[in-house]
């Protein structure tokens, strides 16, 4: 060994006598759990705001919005005028608009078997095919043909099968059966039937509507009605936060509204909030405390060995080289702790990732930007609570 | 290195040194390079208060010590601890040695703590000198107060230096081994051509002083 390995191997015999194992133990120890409190903290936090925002989340029910005029009996028009859907486009919480285009013509549906026979008359609306949580190869229709997919909402076929069905002897019907299953559409065009032929192609959760493709509707309302222009009284919004306040006071002050259920959502999501937002700051609680612990240990651990380093002092270590000495006996240790939370949080990521991914909610695999700068500023804070009150005991 | 002390008066004790006369508090005094002086200080004439402030870890006095005509106290942390590693040494009456050491990892510290000028070997030559190589590496703890004394006497020689402060360095020596201690101290001061302060109770010869002082 030369002189500095030397000199090293003593400064380290004799701050090591002087500190204890198991104070060294235990502080580590806290430390690690608090660094896990803290940065799990962080990553939840944002793994919750892109479970909520997230592009692959963002395509779910919660964030389009069908909104209408509230129907109350004193107004014959509930439709929504130019100028109302203007003003809802500059709106900074809707993303876009989609408007719901509903038929000025009168329509049946009947089927085509004797085993199963309906009849019923019906409507059609649609939307642009941005606004449809529905996604199949058949959605479309081209000009001249007469089949007609249609897109029906999942509660017409539980109304039926639980409903319906039951009550009038009938058999209740798959997803699959229904989509199989042709449906005689006849449309009066000057009271003589023009016969299409339907078939469903999707169940819808978003839009509560019997749906057809836009460009067929467009076409149909112009070939086989008589009025111009129809107004809607429907849009669809696609929203970053159907939660936010703003958007529901407008619909208020606009005498609109929208689907219960989503608004019920945002206000579990407001309490949602509340508790992310107190286990944060219970997270932020926990590191001030954590560093306290930590630096109170050091200061104590400090203490236990200032006899030595006030001897050390008096046989000529320099000052400067013995803070640096002891800088460096601390360093390794918080970097390994906090190295070793942050590749335990990034395993518990990588396993909540694909729990969550079967359950249909997408976040990331690996660690946020967020947790690692926390890591690293926590690091940086440690590093100067144990460069300040080494120094203090040194200089003192 | 001059050492100089100038109208030197420890505070706690300043009414007490004031009314006697010393050869040393409250007057002006030069050691000259390479002196060996020999200061004689009977029971609580504060020659432990001397030694602890001409090596600066008292500050609680009134005058100057002075190094080569700079005050001590102009000196900081570093510059200080430069000095104690190249130019004072020092053995304390109440020895200060690191308990959870061995007797050699006590003196290599020493040794270390600047750029050595000797190898390691010369600790055992020094230690076979004054007789403790059999606990070299016993905790320097649990040697009783004679082993310890050589002990540090053998730390304050394994480093540079050009003044050896000597706080009662014998006290729990016997006749025997204090001639190998001074015959050891001797040689190395001669060696490196140094200068020492010696504090004890009472007059002795046992080196060739070049003045001796009254406390």
Redesign the interface.
Same mark, same amino acid.
């Given at each position: 060994m030369n #002189? @500095?390995q030397? *000199?090293n191997a *003593?400064l380290k015999? +004799?701050i090591r !006598? /002087?500190i204890g194992k198991g104070r060294y133990i235990m502080a580590a120890v806290g430390l690690s759990i608090a660094m896990l409190l803290i940065l799990s903290a962080v990553q939840i936090q944002v793994n919750y705001n892109e479970l909520l925002y997230g592009k692959n989340n963002r395509d779910s029910i919660a964030n389009f919005l069908v909104l209408n005029k509230v129907i109350n009996g004193n107004s014959r028009d509930n439709t929504l005028s130019k100028e109302l859907i203007e003003d809802l486009k500059k709106q900074p919480f809707v993303e876009e608009i989609g408007q719901l285009t509903s038929s000025k013509f009168k329509v049946s549906a009947q089927s085509p078997s004797e085993n199963l026979p309906f009849y019923t008359d019906l409507f059609f609306e649609s939307v642009p095919d941005e606004f449809l949580d529905v996604k199949s190869d058949q959605w479309k229709w081209e000009m001249g043909s007469t089949d007609i997919p249609l897109i029906i909402p999942n509660q017409f076929l539980d109304l039926y099968n639980f409903g319906f069905a039951p009550s009038q002897g009938l058999p209740q019907l798959t997803p699959g059966l229904v989509m199989a299953l042709p449906i005689v559409i006849n449309v009066n065009y000057q009271g003589l039937p023009i016969k299409f032929t339907g078939h469903v192609v999707g169940f819808s959760d978003r839009i509560s509507s019997v749906l057809v493709p836009d460009n067929f509707l467009k076409m149909a309302n112009k070939q086989f009605s008589n009025t111009t222009e129809a107004r809607p009284s429907r849009v669809v919004i696609k929203t970053k936060d159907p939660g936010n306040p703003q958007l529901v006071k407008y619909l208020k002050d606009n005498g609109l509204t929208t689907d219960a259920d989503k608004t019920r959502f945002s206000k579990y999501r407001k309490i949602v909030n509340t508790i992310v937002g107190a286990s944060s700051a219970t997270g932020v609680v926990m590191l001030l405390f954590a560093l306290l612990v930590f630096s109170l240990f050091i200061q104590l651990t400090i203490a236990s060995t200032s006899k030595?380093i006030n *001897?050390l +002092?008096? +046989? /000529? &270590? &320099? @000052?400067? #080289?013995l803070q640096t000495f002891l800088m460096k006996q601390y360093l390794p240790l918080n970097i390994i702790i906090i190295f070793t939370s942050l590749l335990v949080v990034a395993l518990g990521q990588f396993f909540l990732e694909s729990f969550l991914r079967s359950q249909n909610m997408f976040i990331s695999q690996w660690l946020s930007f967020y947790t690692i700068a926390t890591a690293l500023i926590i690091l940086v804070v440690l590093w100067l609570v144990n460069y300040f009150t080494i120094k203090k005991y040194i !200089?003192s | 290195m001059q050492i100089q002390l100038h109208e030197l008066v420890p505070i706690p004790l300043k009414e007490k040194f004031l009314s006697r006369s010393s050869d040393l508090w409250n007057t002006t005094v030069s050691f000259s390079p390479k002196s060996w002086i020999k200061i004689v200080a009977p029971s609580g004439t504060g020659k432990t208060t001397l030694m602890n402030t001409i090596y600066k870890l008292r500050h609680d006095y009134s005058g100057n010590v002075l190094f080569d005509n700079k005050d001590i106290k102009t000196i900081n942390g570093d510059e200080m601890a430069l000095l104690r590693q190249q130019k004072v040494s020092i053995i304390f009456q109440d020895l200060r040695l690191f308990e959870n050491l061995t007797a050699r990892e006590n003196i290599e510290l020493s040794r270390v703590l600047q750029k050595p000028i000797y190898e390691a070997d010369v600790i055992d030559e020094m230690a076979e000198r004054l007789g403790i190589t059999p606990i070299l590496n016993q905790r320097a703890g649990i040697c009783s107060y004679g082993e310890q004394q050589r002990i540090a006497i053998i730390r304050a020689l394994v480093k540079p230096f050009e003044w050896l402060l000597m706080d009662e360095p014998f006290s729990h020596l016997d006749i025997a081994n204090t001639e190998k201690a001074v015959a050891l101290i001797s040689d190395e001061c001669t060696k490196r051509n140094a200068g020492f302060l010696l504090t004890d109770l009472d007059e002795d010869h046992l080196f060739n002083y070049s003045n001796t002082y009254r406390l």
């Open positions: #002189q @500095p030397l *000199l *003593l015999k +004799i !006598s /002087g030595e *001897l +002092i008096t +046989i /000529g &270590a &320099a @000052p400067r #080289q !200089s | -």
